[in-house]
């Protein structure tokens, strides 16, 4: 079963969501409207909350975790990823924070407590380190990530774009899901 009830806390799906039935879904976890969830993906809130806003799409074999409460983290971190985010194939988000309008490289891994702010392009393979703050407007590539040029205009209108066509696709796969049933 692909969305799944742990400790009494079951995932909230916004309208028209599509979760793949590979992918896992369990937890405290919530998903805005027009959320893609793609194969092999797991998102699991189960030590801490997940929400991720409207028009986001979470790409094929994605892992999405939270930092738990303990004695080195007294409050642990939930994840937080806002709307019109694209995050790419095989990228690790663990217990930070995603603004609007991000993309995500495939391979890419955010770590605990690292915020990323709105409009912000990380490249693929890039490892933004525990704590640090990714300021909007920038590109960042690198392990660690380093701020490598501000985002031009159309890079800026991709993130629409991306959100979007991932909306479009995500309709498909619900309409064709539905049709065989």
């Known amino acids: 079963m692909k969305i799944r009830t742990y400790q ?40 801490h909350r997940i929400s991720i806003g409207d028009r986001t799409s979470v790409q094929d ?4 975790h939270i930092t738990h409460a303990g004695p080195y983290n007294p409050d642990g971190y939930p ?5 019109d985010v694209t995050i790419g194939h095989q990228a690790m988000l663990h217990g ?3 603004g609007n309008k991000v993309l995500v490289g495939m391979g890419a891994m955010i770590m ?3 915020v990323v702010e709105d409009e912000v392009i990380i490249g693929a393979g890039t490892l933004v380190p525990p704590g640090k703050t990714l300021e909007s407007g920038y590109l960042y590539v690198g392990r660690p990530a380093k701020q490598q040029r501000p985002l031009t205009e159309k890079e800026r209108t991709f993130f629409s774009y ?14 064709e899901d539905y049709a065989n049933l």
């Open 8 to 47: 009494g806390m079951t995932p909230k799906l916004g309208e028209r969501v599509f979760v793949d039935p590979t992918a896992v879904v369990l937890g405290d976890v919530t998903l805005g409207d027009d959320v893609s969830v793609w194969p092999l993906t797991v998102i699991r809130g189960d030590m």
């Open 61 to 64: 074999g994605s892992v999405l």
């Open 79 to 83: 994840l937080i990823i806002g709307s």
């Open 96 to 98: 930070c924070t995603i």
């Open 112 to 114: 605990d407590g690292a």
């Open 162 to 175: 991306s959100a979007s066509n991932y909306v479009n696709l995500k309709d498909k796969h619900l309409e």
